[in-house]
């Protein structure tokens, strides 16, 4: 998968969408993503396949269960393994939801 295929999938949750961050300031709830480092395969001195991995940032004002589900049935429904850490950023009283994914 690429990321403009990410980028598609993570829009069908209906939220704004933008790699890395938005120009402008979005109400929550909103999602960003970023390619957060690589986990290359390699063989014979080269990288035989290249592995992103992916952290999306569902962000919201409250914990909100119903959000998090449309970003996790999106994941599933394209069968995007993933796993999840989550935060309250004080500064911004925000809450983020990491889904970290690998893209091969």
């Avoid at 999938?9 to 120009?23: D, E, I, N, Q, R």
């Avoid at 970023?34 to 080269?46: C, E, G, T």
């Avoid at 599933?76 to 983020?96: D, H």
């Amino acid at each position: 998968m690429k990321l403009t295929e990410l980028d598609d999938m993570l829009k069908a949750t209906g939220f704004p969408v933008a790699y890395s961050h938005f120009s402008k300031p979005q109400k929550p709830p909103f999602i960003t993503y970023v390619v957060a480092y690589s986990s290359n395969f390699d063989a014979d001195d080269q990288v035989y396949h290249e592995i992103e991995n992916i952290q999306i940032e569902l962000y919201t004002t409250k914990k909100d269960f119903a959000a998090e589900e449309k970003v996790k049935a999106v994941l599933n429904a394209n069968n995007l393994v993933y796993e999840t850490s989550e935060t309250y950023i004080p500064s911004e009283k925000l809450y983020q939801k990491i889904y970290e994914v690998r893209l091969l």
